[in-house]
């Protein structure tokens, strides 16, 4: 059963603030939501982290890095150290096949929030 301490996202929210400081112009809200999951929202970084500048906020999907980003390849590096970070000590044990969940927690990851707006400060 997913199970996440709020410990563990306290230091998640430390090790974000010593790879990103607020200083460079880096805000993060890093929350525990429901016991199972961690929610991170990038709400300040002084490059555009957004694929579509127009939009508020973005809601990232963390398992297609890869190729959803291929094209913006700062905001890739970025986003990957981040869902790095969020990821630690995590674990996934499920089996698709029989119906079998088992992961250590969940993550939500986003640019802005809906009602933070995601904004850049150089």
Request: include cysteine; glycine fraction near 4%; charge should be neutral.
């Amino acid at each position: 059963m997913a199970y996440i301490t709020t410990e563990a996202v306290k230091e998640m929210r430390n090790q974000l603030k010593q790879l990103y400081p607020l200083k460079q112009g880096w805000k993060f809200s890093v929350t525990r939501e429901h016991y199972s999951s961690v929610r991170c929202c990038i709400l300040q970084a002084p490059i555009e982290l957004r694929q579509d500048a127009n939009k508020e906020y973005e809601s990232v999907n963390h398992f297609w890095l890869e190729s959803h980003y291929k094209d913006f390849p700062a905001i890739q590096e970025v986003l990957k150290k981040v869902a790095g970070v969020l990821n630690q000590d995590n674990y996934n044990n499920s089996d698709l096949m029989t119906d079998y969940h088992d992961v250590g927690h969940y993550i939500t990851l986003k640019v802005g929030d809906w009602d933070k707006p995601f904004t850049i400060k150089a």
